[in-house]
């Protein structure tokens, strides 16, 4: 007989209240963002999200670091000329808890969408590369940070950990996150398929740099990037990417050399449905607009029928995802406390810990 246990039983009815029956009108920006000026860049978020609303949108998908842009000058120079941008910056970075991400939550609201936000976020002193997904009632309900932030990003920004990498149970179904090379993070892309992601918000800063020189920052291997995802994950990919403009390009590309570093537009927003098919028609690379598809939820169930990475396709005889979800604080008040220690299974120690175990037993 078998025994349904509580953590097996909770799984089992999260499982089984999985939506696969609605369709889901979605749009994905394409824009430049307002460099270097909160207030002017949540007044544009504001506009986008009553735009998408008005066009009949449930949920909008805004570009990594979308607010207040992505610090492309940490690619073109040296740190100290690098330097002026690090004040600014931060100033104009959102908290989780300002009056800034309140104000775009009344705008989810008012206009009933759900909004997935790309952020720098500022916590005290430091700096993380934020996405939120927020309800169409305004609730915030998930804020991550970017796991590992990419090459030079780590001169700016700290990283997140096993807790920000999460599938959020909303409205519309079960919604996921992840910013830009993440999407190149096999065991982190396994670890949302795992938890039955059907809308996936790809955050992508705009594909201007370096062009012609390092392939791999390009919008091909990229954007193939968010379609792999779809296919592997079977799951719905809107892939927001921002575009550098003359407006930004005047604030950090002030040499000729710059210039030939950076190149303006970039942008290639992308939705795709879950067998890899390309479900709106793309805009120019340097143009800014809103892309908008149905997503017909059902179409989730043809494609894991085919290869379910975490179902019917797996195989955890041979290979299996150790995923450590719980937050790591830095400081933990309230007296001493041991954490039991967490073995691999199988390893060395578990077996010297199960033998002494059993020299106890045979001593008493």
């Not at 009933?112 to 927020?134: C, F, H, K, P, T």
């Not at 305004?138 to 920004?157: D, I, M, N, Q, Y």
């Not at 050399?257 to 690379?285: Q, S, W």
């Amino acid at each position: 007989m078998m025994v349904i246990t509580s953590t097996f039983r909770e799984d089992l009815e999260t499982l089984m209240d999985i939506n696969y029956t609605r369709t889901v009108r979605a749009a994905v920006v394409q824009q430049e963002p307002v460099w270097l000026d909160l207030e002017g860049a949540v007044e544009k978020t504001v506009e986008l999200i009553r735009e998408a609303a008005d066009h009949g949108a449930e949920i909008i998908a805004f570009p990594e670091t979308w607010i207040p842009n992505y610090p492309w000058w940490i690619w073109l120079d040296s740190v100290a000329w690098q330097s002026q941008f690090t004040v600014p910056y931060a100033a104009n970075s959102l908290t989780v808890e300002g009056r800034e991400m309140r104000a775009i939550q009344d705008a989810a609201r008012r206009s009933g969408i759900v909004v997935g936000l790309g952020y720098s976020e500022r916590d005290a002193g430091s700096l993380y590369m934020g996405q939120a997904v927020i309800e169409a009632d305004g609730t915030l309900v998930s804020a991550r940070r970017k796991l590992k932030p990419t090459h030079v990003e780590r001169t700016v920004f700290g990283e997140g950990d096993g807790s920000d990498l999460i599938v959020t149970e909303t409205s519309l179904g079960r919604i996921g996150s992840l910013c830009c090379w993440e999407h190149l993070q096999p065991l982190s892309k396994y670890a949302l398929f795992s938890q039955h992601e059907q809308i996936h918000i790809a955050s992508w800063p705009s594909f201007s740099i370096f062009p012609g020189a390092v392939y791999a920052l390009g919008p091909e291997v990229n954007t193939a990037a968010s379609q792999q995802y779809a296919v592997e994950g079977q799951t719905f990919v809107l892939a927001a990417s921002a575009v550098v403009g003359e407006a930004g390009l005047r604030i950090f590309a002030d040499t000729e050399e710059k210039r030939g570093l950076i190149h303006p537009g970039g942008g290639y927003a992308r939705i795709f449905a879950p067998d890899g098919r390309m479900l709106a028609e793309p805009l120019a690379p340097d143009e800014e607009g809103i892309l908008y598809a149905d997503l017909d939820l059902s179409a989730i169930l043809a494609a894991k029928n085919a290869a379910d990475p975490v179902g019917h396709y797996s195989r955890p005889d041979v290979l299996q995802l150790r995923f450590n979800d719980q937050q790591q604080p830095r400081v933990t008040r309230g007296g001493h406390r041991e954490d039991p220690q967490i073995l691999p299974p199988e390893s060395g120690l578990q077996e010297a810990e199960q033998e002494k175990a059993s020299d106890a037993g045979a001593v008493e």
